[in-house]
Protein backbone atom coordinates (compact mmCIF):
# COMPACT_ATOMS: atom_id res chain seq x y z
CA UNK A 1 0.00 0.00 0.00
CA UNK A 2 1.60 3.32 -0.74
CA UNK A 3 2.32 5.54 1.98
CA UNK A 4 -0.87 8.21 2.16
CA UNK A 5 1.60 10.84 3.09
CA UNK A 6 3.32 13.59 0.64
CA UNK A 7 5.59 14.95 3.04
CA UNK A 8 7.24 12.87 6.38
CA UNK A 9 9.51 14.63 8.67
CA UNK A 10 10.89 11.86 10.57
CA UNK A 11 13.23 13.38 13.77
CA UNK A 12 14.70 16.67 11.97
CA UNK A 13 17.61 18.43 13.72
CA UNK A 14 18.64 21.59 12.14
CA UNK A 15 19.97 25.05 12.64
CA UNK A 16 22.11 28.04 11.66
CA UNK A 17 25.96 27.76 12.02
CA UNK A 18 26.20 26.26 15.69
CA UNK A 19 22.69 27.39 16.79
CA UNK A 20 20.10 24.41 16.48
CA UNK A 21 16.97 25.57 16.18
CA UNK A 22 15.33 21.71 15.59
CA UNK A 23 15.82 19.33 18.05
CA UNK A 24 14.06 15.94 16.53
CA UNK A 25 10.73 17.10 14.52
CA UNK A 26 8.32 14.61 13.59
CA UNK A 27 5.45 15.33 11.63
CA UNK A 28 3.85 14.50 8.16
CA UNK A 29 0.67 15.95 5.79
CA UNK A 30 -1.23 13.35 4.09
CA UNK A 31 -2.08 13.69 0.41
CA UNK A 32 -4.88 16.36 -0.04
CA UNK A 33 -4.57 17.71 3.39
CA UNK A 34 -4.16 21.31 5.09
CA UNK A 35 -2.22 20.86 8.40
CA UNK A 36 -1.42 23.96 10.70
CA UNK A 37 2.03 24.35 12.36
CA UNK A 38 1.70 26.76 15.44
CA UNK A 39 3.93 27.82 18.19
CA UNK A 40 5.43 30.50 19.46
CA UNK A 41 8.07 33.00 17.82
CA UNK A 42 11.14 31.32 17.67
CA UNK A 43 9.85 27.75 18.24
CA UNK A 44 11.24 27.03 14.69
CA UNK A 45 8.51 27.01 12.21
CA UNK A 46 10.09 28.84 9.70
CA UNK A 47 13.14 27.55 10.32
CA UNK A 48 11.34 23.78 9.51
CA UNK A 49 10.08 25.13 6.21
CA UNK A 50 13.92 26.53 5.20
CA UNK A 51 14.92 23.00 6.22
CA UNK A 52 11.95 21.67 3.75
CA UNK A 53 13.26 23.54 1.06
CA UNK A 54 16.60 23.07 1.83
CA UNK A 55 17.29 27.24 2.75
CA UNK A 56 18.87 25.64 5.89
CA UNK A 57 20.89 22.16 5.75
CA UNK A 58 19.46 19.20 8.18
CA UNK A 59 22.01 17.51 10.78
CA UNK A 60 20.13 14.45 11.28
CA UNK A 61 16.87 13.13 10.83
CA UNK A 62 15.10 12.30 7.28
CA UNK A 63 12.51 14.63 5.03
CA UNK A 64 10.85 12.16 2.67
CA UNK A 65 8.35 13.60 -0.04
CA UNK A 66 6.60 11.61 -2.53
CA UNK A 67 8.43 8.79 -1.44
CA UNK A 68 11.90 10.30 -1.74
CA UNK A 69 14.17 10.93 0.83
CA UNK A 70 14.73 15.18 0.24
CA UNK A 71 17.15 15.56 3.29
CA UNK A 72 19.89 17.23 1.13
CA UNK A 73 17.75 19.08 -1.50
CA UNK A 74 18.72 22.57 -2.37
CA UNK A 75 15.79 25.06 -2.80
CA UNK A 76 16.43 25.18 -6.87
CA UNK A 77 15.70 21.64 -6.99
CA UNK A 78 12.91 21.29 -4.61
CA UNK A 79 10.34 23.75 -6.46
CA UNK A 80 11.26 21.33 -9.47
CA UNK A 81 10.46 18.37 -6.95
CA UNK A 82 6.88 20.50 -6.57
CA UNK A 83 7.57 21.62 -3.18
CA UNK A 84 6.54 25.83 -3.41
CA UNK A 85 7.32 27.87 -0.27
CA UNK A 86 5.77 30.97 -0.09
CA UNK A 87 7.97 32.49 2.19
CA UNK A 88 8.11 34.70 5.08
CA UNK A 89 8.18 38.45 4.43
CA UNK A 90 7.06 37.29 0.64
CA UNK A 91 10.54 37.76 -1.33
CA UNK A 92 9.07 39.13 -4.18
CA UNK A 93 11.27 40.95 -6.98
CA UNK A 94 10.25 43.90 -6.09
CA UNK A 95 11.33 45.75 -9.09
CA UNK A 96 9.91 43.64 -11.83
CA UNK A 97 6.47 43.60 -12.76
CA UNK A 98 3.41 41.73 -11.39
CA UNK A 99 3.68 39.34 -14.56
CA UNK A 100 7.23 38.52 -14.23
CA UNK A 101 7.03 37.58 -10.83
CA UNK A 102 4.35 35.05 -11.78
CA UNK A 103 6.48 34.29 -14.88
CA UNK A 104 9.13 33.64 -12.89
CA UNK A 105 7.68 31.24 -10.48
CA UNK A 106 7.02 28.99 -13.66
CA UNK A 107 10.15 29.18 -14.20
CA UNK A 108 11.25 25.50 -13.13
CA UNK A 109 8.98 24.27 -15.10
CA UNK A 110 11.59 24.71 -18.21
CA UNK A 111 9.91 23.78 -21.74
CA UNK A 112 7.10 22.66 -20.87
CA UNK A 113 5.33 26.05 -19.62
CA UNK A 114 3.22 25.50 -22.74
CA UNK A 115 0.67 25.97 -20.24
CA UNK A 116 1.85 28.82 -19.10
CA UNK A 117 -1.17 31.07 -20.11
CA UNK A 118 -3.59 28.95 -18.33
CA UNK A 119 -1.61 28.82 -15.32
CA UNK A 120 -1.74 32.79 -15.28
CA UNK A 121 -5.47 32.86 -15.78
CA UNK A 122 -5.81 30.08 -12.77
CA UNK A 123 -3.95 32.63 -10.87
CA UNK A 124 -6.26 35.77 -12.07
CA UNK A 125 -9.26 33.93 -11.23
CA UNK A 126 -8.01 32.87 -7.95
CA UNK A 127 -7.00 36.64 -7.14
CA UNK A 128 -8.75 38.83 -9.54
CA UNK A 129 -7.36 42.31 -8.74
CA UNK A 130 -3.79 40.77 -9.63
CA UNK A 131 -5.12 40.96 -13.25
CA UNK A 132 -5.42 45.06 -13.23
CA UNK A 133 -1.88 44.84 -11.67
CA UNK A 134 0.19 43.14 -14.44
CA UNK A 135 2.11 45.77 -15.49
CA UNK A 136 2.74 47.13 -11.78
CA UNK A 137 6.12 46.37 -10.25
CA UNK A 138 5.29 44.37 -7.40
CA UNK A 139 6.88 46.53 -4.96
CA UNK A 140 3.76 49.35 -5.31
CA UNK A 141 1.51 46.89 -4.55
CA UNK A 142 -0.59 46.83 -1.08
CA UNK A 143 0.61 44.42 1.44
CA UNK A 144 -2.76 42.17 0.84
CA UNK A 145 -2.09 41.98 -3.01
CA UNK A 146 1.90 41.03 -2.74
CA UNK A 147 1.16 38.38 -0.72
CA UNK A 148 -1.54 36.78 -3.12
CA UNK A 149 1.33 37.76 -5.77
CA UNK A 150 3.57 35.49 -3.88
CA UNK A 151 0.79 32.28 -3.52
CA UNK A 152 0.19 32.88 -6.89
CA UNK A 153 4.23 32.87 -8.21
CA UNK A 154 4.36 29.73 -5.85
CA UNK A 155 1.69 27.96 -7.62
CA UNK A 156 2.55 28.61 -11.06
CA UNK A 157 5.44 26.16 -10.68
CA UNK A 158 1.95 23.57 -10.31
CA UNK A 159 3.64 22.33 -6.91
CA UNK A 160 2.15 19.35 -5.26
CA UNK A 161 2.98 20.70 -1.69
CA UNK A 162 2.10 23.71 -0.56
CA UNK A 163 4.13 25.99 2.17
CA UNK A 164 2.80 29.16 3.55
CA UNK A 165 4.60 30.69 6.22
CA UNK A 166 2.70 33.38 7.89
CA UNK A 167 0.26 34.39 5.32
CA UNK A 168 -1.75 36.97 7.46
CA UNK A 169 1.02 39.33 8.43
CA UNK A 170 0.10 42.52 8.72
CA UNK A 171 -3.03 42.08 6.68
CA UNK A 172 -6.01 43.62 7.49
CA UNK A 173 -9.00 40.56 8.44
CA UNK A 174 -10.81 41.17 5.27
CA UNK A 175 -7.90 40.03 3.62
CA UNK A 176 -6.83 37.46 5.61
CA UNK A 177 -10.07 36.00 5.11
CA UNK A 178 -10.37 36.40 1.26
CA UNK A 179 -6.50 34.61 1.55
CA UNK A 180 -7.91 31.62 3.38
CA UNK A 181 -10.68 31.03 1.26
CA UNK A 182 -8.77 30.30 -1.30
CA UNK A 183 -7.17 27.36 0.52
CA UNK A 184 -10.59 25.37 -0.02
CA UNK A 185 -10.26 26.06 -3.87
CA UNK A 186 -6.65 24.65 -3.59
CA UNK A 187 -7.24 21.74 -1.98
CA UNK A 188 -9.85 21.28 -4.88
CA UNK A 189 -7.41 21.36 -7.29
CA UNK A 190 -5.70 18.47 -5.59
CA UNK A 191 -2.99 21.08 -3.47
CA UNK A 192 -1.51 19.55 -0.22
CA UNK A 193 -0.89 22.32 2.22
CA UNK A 194 1.42 22.65 5.26
CA UNK A 195 0.82 26.30 7.14
CA UNK A 196 2.67 28.16 9.22
CA UNK A 197 0.06 31.04 11.12
CA UNK A 198 0.20 33.00 13.63
CA UNK A 199 -3.09 33.73 13.89
CA UNK A 200 -4.15 30.07 15.33
CA UNK A 201 -7.89 30.85 15.45
CA UNK A 202 -8.36 31.37 11.67
CA UNK A 203 -5.41 28.70 10.56
CA UNK A 204 -6.95 26.06 12.71
CA UNK A 205 -10.97 27.02 11.31
CA UNK A 206 -9.20 26.25 7.39
CA UNK A 207 -7.42 23.19 8.67
CA UNK A 208 -7.93 19.33 9.15
CA UNK A 209 -4.76 18.78 11.52
CA UNK A 210 -2.35 20.71 13.40
CA UNK A 211 0.27 20.33 15.25
CA UNK A 212 2.31 22.58 18.33
CA UNK A 213 5.54 23.54 18.09
CA UNK A 214 7.24 24.16 21.58
CA UNK A 215 11.60 25.22 21.21
CA UNK A 216 11.96 23.00 18.21
CA UNK A 217 9.96 19.95 18.56
CA UNK A 218 6.46 19.10 18.51
CA UNK A 219 4.76 18.94 21.67
CA UNK A 220 0.99 18.33 20.64
CA UNK A 221 -0.92 17.26 17.77
CA UNK A 222 -4.12 16.53 16.61
CA UNK A 223 -7.13 17.38 14.59
CA UNK A 224 -8.34 21.39 14.14
CA UNK A 225 -11.13 20.53 16.41
CA UNK A 226 -9.46 18.72 19.19
CA UNK A 227 -6.73 21.53 19.06
CA UNK A 228 -9.20 23.89 19.08
CA UNK A 229 -11.04 22.57 22.18
CA UNK A 230 -7.80 22.19 24.20
CA UNK A 231 -7.50 24.24 26.77
CA UNK A 232 -3.38 24.74 26.53
CA UNK A 233 -4.26 25.57 23.42
CA UNK A 234 -7.08 27.89 23.99
CA UNK A 235 -5.32 29.43 26.72
CA UNK A 236 -1.63 30.14 25.14
CA UNK A 237 -2.77 30.38 21.15
CA UNK A 238 -6.43 31.63 21.12
CA UNK A 239 -6.66 34.58 23.05
CA UNK A 240 -8.39 32.63 25.86
CA UNK A 241 -6.07 34.44 28.36
CA UNK A 242 -7.51 37.79 27.38
CA UNK A 243 -10.06 37.23 29.57
CA UNK A 244 -9.28 34.44 31.90
CA UNK A 245 -5.35 34.78 32.76
CA UNK A 246 -3.72 37.50 32.04
CA UNK A 247 -0.63 38.19 33.94
CA UNK A 248 0.24 41.30 35.99
CA UNK A 249 2.71 42.36 33.22
CA UNK A 250 1.07 41.60 30.07
CA UNK A 251 1.91 38.52 29.08
CA UNK A 252 0.10 35.30 29.37
CA UNK A 253 0.45 32.99 31.87
CA UNK A 254 2.31 29.72 31.33
CA UNK A 255 0.20 26.10 31.47
CA UNK A 256 1.83 25.48 34.76
CA UNK A 257 0.76 28.88 36.60
CA UNK A 258 -2.90 28.43 36.03
CA UNK B 1 39.09 77.13 -30.90
CA UNK B 2 36.92 76.40 -34.46
CA UNK B 3 34.23 74.58 -34.75
CA UNK B 4 35.97 71.51 -36.59
CA UNK B 5 38.40 71.13 -33.55
CA UNK B 6 35.79 70.88 -31.48
CA UNK B 7 33.86 68.57 -33.03
CA UNK B 8 37.28 66.77 -33.62
CA UNK B 9 37.68 66.63 -29.88
CA UNK B 10 34.07 65.84 -29.04
CA UNK B 11 34.48 62.72 -31.52
CA UNK B 12 37.60 61.49 -29.89
CA UNK B 13 35.49 61.86 -26.55
CA UNK B 14 32.80 59.66 -27.95
CA UNK B 15 34.97 56.97 -29.22
CA UNK B 16 36.76 56.65 -25.57
CA UNK B 17 33.35 56.87 -23.94
CA UNK B 18 32.24 54.05 -25.94
CA UNK B 19 34.97 52.13 -24.68
CA UNK B 20 34.63 53.00 -21.38
CA UNK B 21 30.65 52.05 -21.64
CA UNK B 22 31.91 48.65 -22.45
CA UNK B 23 33.56 48.39 -19.71
CA UNK B 24 31.46 50.12 -16.86
CA UNK B 25 28.64 47.95 -18.58
CA UNK B 26 30.66 45.01 -17.47
CA UNK B 27 31.39 46.16 -14.17
CA UNK B 28 27.68 47.21 -13.88
CA UNK B 29 26.04 43.48 -14.68
CA UNK B 30 28.65 41.76 -12.65
CA UNK B 31 27.59 44.03 -9.70
CA UNK B 32 24.25 43.81 -10.02
CA UNK B 33 24.31 40.15 -9.85
CA UNK B 34 26.99 39.57 -7.36
CA UNK B 35 27.16 42.59 -5.50
CA UNK B 36 30.64 42.89 -5.93
CA UNK B 37 33.44 45.06 -8.13
CA UNK B 38 34.91 42.86 -10.16
CA UNK B 39 38.80 44.45 -10.61
CA UNK B 40 39.72 42.26 -13.43
CA UNK B 41 37.61 43.40 -16.04
CA UNK B 42 40.40 45.67 -17.26
CA UNK B 43 42.21 42.57 -17.99
CA UNK B 44 39.04 41.15 -20.05
CA UNK B 45 40.07 44.56 -22.14
CA UNK B 46 43.85 43.44 -22.10
CA UNK B 47 42.91 40.06 -23.32
CA UNK B 48 40.87 40.90 -26.03
CA UNK B 49 43.52 42.78 -27.59
CA UNK B 50 46.18 40.46 -27.10
CA UNK B 51 44.83 37.26 -27.84
CA UNK B 52 43.72 38.93 -31.09
CA UNK B 53 47.36 39.80 -31.98
CA UNK B 54 47.96 36.63 -31.12
CA UNK B 55 45.94 34.58 -33.30
CA UNK B 56 46.88 36.83 -36.20
CA UNK B 57 50.40 36.62 -35.79
CA UNK B 58 51.19 33.62 -33.90
CA UNK B 59 48.51 31.41 -35.31
CA UNK B 60 47.95 33.18 -38.60
CA UNK B 61 44.43 33.57 -38.44
CA UNK B 62 42.55 36.27 -40.50
CA UNK B 63 41.95 38.96 -38.96
CA UNK B 64 38.22 38.40 -39.49
CA UNK B 65 38.76 35.11 -37.30
CA UNK B 66 41.52 36.67 -34.89
CA UNK B 67 38.70 38.57 -33.49
CA UNK B 68 35.61 36.81 -32.63
CA UNK B 69 38.00 33.91 -31.73
CA UNK B 70 39.91 36.45 -29.10
CA UNK B 71 36.66 37.93 -27.47
CA UNK B 72 35.40 33.81 -27.47
CA UNK B 73 38.74 32.75 -25.43
CA UNK B 74 37.87 36.06 -23.33
CA UNK B 75 34.30 34.51 -22.62
CA UNK B 76 36.22 31.33 -21.58
CA UNK B 77 38.66 32.66 -19.06
CA UNK B 78 35.36 35.02 -17.15
CA UNK B 79 33.45 31.99 -16.68
CA UNK B 80 36.82 30.39 -15.53
CA UNK B 81 37.73 33.16 -13.11
CA UNK B 82 33.92 32.67 -11.51
CA UNK B 83 34.39 28.84 -11.24
CA UNK B 84 37.48 28.67 -10.04
CA UNK B 85 38.28 31.94 -8.02
CA UNK B 86 35.27 33.39 -7.10
CA UNK B 87 32.60 30.45 -6.31
CA UNK B 88 34.39 28.76 -3.87
CA UNK B 89 34.46 31.14 -1.90
CA UNK B 90 30.96 32.65 -2.55
CA UNK B 91 29.94 32.54 1.20
CA UNK B 92 32.45 34.72 1.62
CA UNK B 93 31.69 39.08 2.97
CA UNK B 94 32.11 40.99 -0.68
CA UNK B 95 35.50 42.36 0.36
CA UNK B 96 37.07 39.20 0.28
CA UNK B 97 35.74 38.56 -3.00
CA UNK B 98 36.18 42.17 -4.18
CA UNK B 99 40.01 41.12 -2.99
CA UNK B 100 39.91 37.71 -5.19
CA UNK B 101 39.61 39.86 -8.08
CA UNK B 102 42.44 42.10 -7.72
CA UNK B 103 44.13 38.98 -7.31
CA UNK B 104 42.65 37.52 -10.44
CA UNK B 105 44.14 41.05 -11.87
CA UNK B 106 47.39 40.46 -11.23
CA UNK B 107 47.28 36.92 -12.15
CA UNK B 108 46.04 37.38 -16.05
CA UNK B 109 48.20 40.28 -16.17
CA UNK B 110 51.18 38.52 -15.19
CA UNK B 111 50.12 35.05 -17.15
CA UNK B 112 49.47 37.54 -20.61
CA UNK B 113 53.14 38.86 -20.01
CA UNK B 114 54.59 35.36 -20.22
CA UNK B 115 52.53 34.43 -23.31
CA UNK B 116 52.72 37.01 -24.96
CA UNK B 117 55.85 39.59 -23.98
CA UNK B 118 56.38 42.54 -22.53
CA UNK B 119 56.18 44.57 -26.13
CA UNK B 120 53.33 47.15 -27.29
CA UNK B 121 51.68 45.32 -30.26
CA UNK B 122 48.57 46.35 -32.55
CA UNK B 123 45.95 45.03 -34.61
CA UNK B 124 45.70 46.28 -38.27
CA UNK B 125 42.15 48.39 -39.11
CA UNK B 126 38.81 45.96 -39.50
CA UNK B 127 38.93 47.60 -42.61
CA UNK B 128 41.60 49.57 -44.28
CA UNK B 129 41.30 52.90 -46.06
CA UNK B 130 41.71 56.73 -45.58
CA UNK B 131 40.15 58.57 -42.59
CA UNK B 132 36.06 60.29 -43.13
CA UNK B 133 35.86 63.78 -43.24
CA UNK B 134 32.90 64.99 -41.71
CA UNK B 135 31.68 68.77 -40.57
CA UNK B 136 35.86 68.92 -41.06
CA UNK B 137 37.11 66.56 -38.62
CA UNK B 138 38.50 63.37 -39.78
CA UNK B 139 36.70 60.40 -38.62
CA UNK B 140 38.93 56.91 -38.40
CA UNK B 141 37.25 54.29 -39.64
CA UNK B 142 38.06 52.09 -36.70
CA UNK B 143 36.31 54.73 -35.07
CA UNK B 144 33.08 53.82 -36.89
CA UNK B 145 33.80 50.23 -35.55
CA UNK B 146 34.08 50.91 -32.40
CA UNK B 147 30.83 52.63 -32.22
CA UNK B 148 29.01 50.21 -34.55
CA UNK B 149 30.30 46.96 -31.97
CA UNK B 150 29.26 49.25 -29.28
CA UNK B 151 25.55 49.74 -30.57
CA UNK B 152 25.40 46.04 -31.69
CA UNK B 153 26.28 45.29 -27.89
CA UNK B 154 23.99 47.00 -26.43
CA UNK B 155 21.30 45.87 -28.84
CA UNK B 156 21.81 42.04 -28.06
CA UNK B 157 22.31 42.65 -23.79
CA UNK B 158 19.09 44.89 -24.26
CA UNK B 159 17.33 41.83 -26.19
CA UNK B 160 18.91 39.56 -23.70
CA UNK B 161 17.44 41.07 -20.55
CA UNK B 162 13.93 41.78 -22.07
CA UNK B 163 13.18 39.63 -24.37
CA UNK B 164 14.98 36.05 -22.93
CA UNK B 165 14.18 33.76 -20.05
CA UNK B 166 17.76 33.77 -19.05
CA UNK B 167 17.82 37.80 -19.08
CA UNK B 168 14.40 37.47 -17.25
CA UNK B 169 16.89 34.98 -14.46
CA UNK B 170 19.47 37.32 -14.60
CA UNK B 171 17.00 40.11 -13.55
CA UNK B 172 15.90 38.35 -10.58
CA UNK B 173 19.04 37.38 -9.73
CA UNK B 174 20.04 40.76 -9.21
CA UNK B 175 17.25 41.32 -6.95
CA UNK B 176 17.51 38.50 -4.58
CA UNK B 177 19.42 35.18 -5.03
CA UNK B 178 17.05 33.30 -2.26
CA UNK B 179 13.83 34.81 -4.17
CA UNK B 180 15.81 33.11 -7.66
CA UNK B 181 16.19 29.83 -5.85
CA UNK B 182 12.69 29.71 -4.81
CA UNK B 183 11.51 29.90 -8.03
CA UNK B 184 14.27 27.42 -9.38
CA UNK B 185 17.01 29.63 -10.81
CA UNK B 186 20.15 28.23 -10.51
CA UNK B 187 21.75 31.70 -9.32
CA UNK B 188 25.67 29.91 -9.16
CA UNK B 189 25.22 29.21 -12.94
CA UNK B 190 23.84 32.89 -13.81
CA UNK B 191 26.36 34.79 -11.99
CA UNK B 192 28.88 32.44 -14.31
CA UNK B 193 27.12 33.39 -17.30
CA UNK B 194 27.01 37.15 -16.04
CA UNK B 195 30.85 36.86 -15.99
CA UNK B 196 30.84 35.09 -19.56
CA UNK B 197 28.95 38.54 -20.81
CA UNK B 198 31.28 40.82 -18.96
CA UNK B 199 34.41 39.26 -20.32
CA UNK B 200 33.41 39.50 -23.73
CA UNK B 201 32.33 43.35 -23.20
CA UNK B 202 35.55 43.90 -22.08
CA UNK B 203 37.16 42.04 -24.36
CA UNK B 204 35.02 43.61 -27.43
CA UNK B 205 36.30 46.81 -26.34
CA UNK B 206 40.03 45.59 -25.94
CA UNK B 207 40.06 44.32 -29.66
CA UNK B 208 37.58 47.27 -30.97
CA UNK B 209 40.36 49.61 -30.10
CA UNK B 210 43.54 47.92 -30.60
CA UNK B 211 44.12 48.96 -33.84
CA UNK B 212 43.71 53.07 -32.95
CA UNK B 213 45.72 52.61 -29.69
CA UNK B 214 48.54 50.13 -28.98
CA UNK B 215 48.08 47.52 -26.92
CA UNK B 216 49.82 45.32 -24.43
CA UNK B 217 49.59 43.05 -21.11
CA UNK B 218 49.51 45.94 -18.99
CA UNK B 219 46.70 47.97 -20.31
CA UNK B 220 44.53 46.01 -17.97
CA UNK B 221 44.66 48.42 -14.90
CA UNK B 222 44.45 51.67 -16.50
CA UNK B 223 41.18 50.86 -18.64
CA UNK B 224 39.80 49.31 -15.51
CA UNK B 225 40.18 52.43 -13.80
CA UNK B 226 38.47 54.39 -16.18
CA UNK B 227 35.80 52.15 -16.72
CA UNK B 228 35.20 51.79 -13.02
CA UNK B 229 34.35 55.75 -12.79
CA UNK B 230 32.04 55.89 -15.41
CA UNK B 231 30.24 52.98 -13.82
CA UNK B 232 30.64 54.89 -10.67
CA UNK B 233 29.57 57.84 -12.35
CA UNK B 234 25.84 55.42 -13.63
CA UNK B 235 25.63 54.99 -10.24
CA UNK B 236 25.91 51.01 -10.93
CA UNK B 237 22.37 51.00 -11.81
CA UNK B 238 21.04 50.04 -14.54
CA UNK B 239 22.51 49.36 -18.22
CA UNK B 240 21.57 52.49 -19.53
CA UNK B 241 23.18 54.20 -16.59
CA UNK B 242 26.79 52.89 -17.09
CA UNK B 243 26.52 53.60 -20.81
CA UNK B 244 25.55 57.38 -19.72
CA UNK B 245 28.54 57.39 -17.13
CA UNK B 246 30.85 56.47 -20.12
CA UNK B 247 29.81 58.46 -22.53
CA UNK B 248 30.19 61.39 -20.08
CA UNK B 249 33.46 60.48 -18.61
CA UNK B 250 35.30 60.04 -22.37
CA UNK B 251 33.57 63.55 -23.19
CA UNK B 252 34.67 65.53 -20.57
CA UNK B 253 38.02 63.76 -20.50
CA UNK B 254 38.24 64.91 -24.16
CA UNK B 255 37.19 68.17 -23.37
CA UNK B 256 39.33 68.73 -20.51
CA UNK B 257 41.83 68.42 -23.23
CA UNK B 258 40.87 70.94 -25.54
CA UNK B 259 40.08 73.11 -23.01
CA UNK B 260 42.62 72.47 -20.08
CA UNK B 261 45.51 70.72 -21.38
CA UNK B 262 46.04 67.25 -22.15
CA UNK B 263 48.54 66.31 -19.56
CA UNK B 264 45.69 65.88 -17.24
CA UNK B 265 43.53 63.91 -19.14
CA UNK B 266 44.26 60.96 -17.03
CA UNK B 267 43.54 62.15 -13.73
CA UNK B 268 40.03 63.68 -14.93
CA UNK B 269 38.90 60.47 -14.39
CA UNK B 270 40.13 60.01 -10.92
CA UNK B 271 38.65 63.80 -10.13
CA UNK B 272 35.18 62.67 -11.82
CA UNK B 273 35.37 58.90 -9.66
CA UNK B 274 36.30 61.01 -6.39
CA UNK B 275 34.00 63.24 -6.75
CA UNK B 276 31.08 61.36 -7.29
CA UNK B 277 31.75 59.50 -4.18
CA UNK B 278 32.08 62.82 -2.49
CA UNK B 279 29.20 64.61 -4.02
CA UNK B 280 26.36 62.20 -5.06
CA UNK B 281 27.31 58.52 -4.00
CA UNK B 282 24.24 57.08 -6.25
CA UNK B 283 25.53 58.29 -9.25
CA UNK B 284 24.78 61.05 -11.38
CA UNK B 285 20.99 59.39 -12.21
CA UNK B 286 21.05 57.82 -9.18
CA UNK B 287 17.76 57.99 -6.57
CA UNK B 288 18.08 58.50 -2.85
CA UNK B 289 16.60 55.37 -1.93
CA UNK B 290 16.72 51.62 -3.13
CA UNK B 291 13.38 50.29 -3.87
CA UNK B 292 12.15 47.48 -1.68
CA UNK B 293 9.90 45.01 -1.07
Known amino acids: MPDPALLRVEGLHAGYGRVPVLHGVDLHVDRGEIVTLVGANGAGKSTLLRTIVGFVRASQGRIVFDGDDISRIVPERAVRRGIALVPEGRMLFGPLTVEENLRLGAFARGRESAGHGSDLEGVFALFPVLRDRTGQTASTLSGGEQQMLAIGRALMSRPSLLLLDEPSLGLAPKVIAEIFGTLGVLREQGLTVLLVEQDVKVALRHSDRGYVMRTGTIAMTGTSADLMADDDVRLIYLGAWHEAALGGDGTPMTGDAR | ?293
Open chain 2, 1 to 293: MGAAQLLQFTIAGLKNGAIYALIALGFTIVYASTGILNFAQGEFYMLGGMVAVWALRTLGLPLLAAVPAAVLVTVGVGALVERLALRPRRAEAPLVLIIITIGVSMLLQSLARHLFGPNEVALPPFTAGPSITFFGAAIERQTLWVWGLTAVALLVLWVLYTRTKLGLAMRATAVSHDSSRLVGIDTARVVMVTFALAAALGALAGVAVAPLTQTAYDVGARIGLKGFAAAILGGLGGPVAAVAGGLVLGLTESLSAAFISSTYKDAIALVVLLAVIFLKPSGLFGRAGREKV
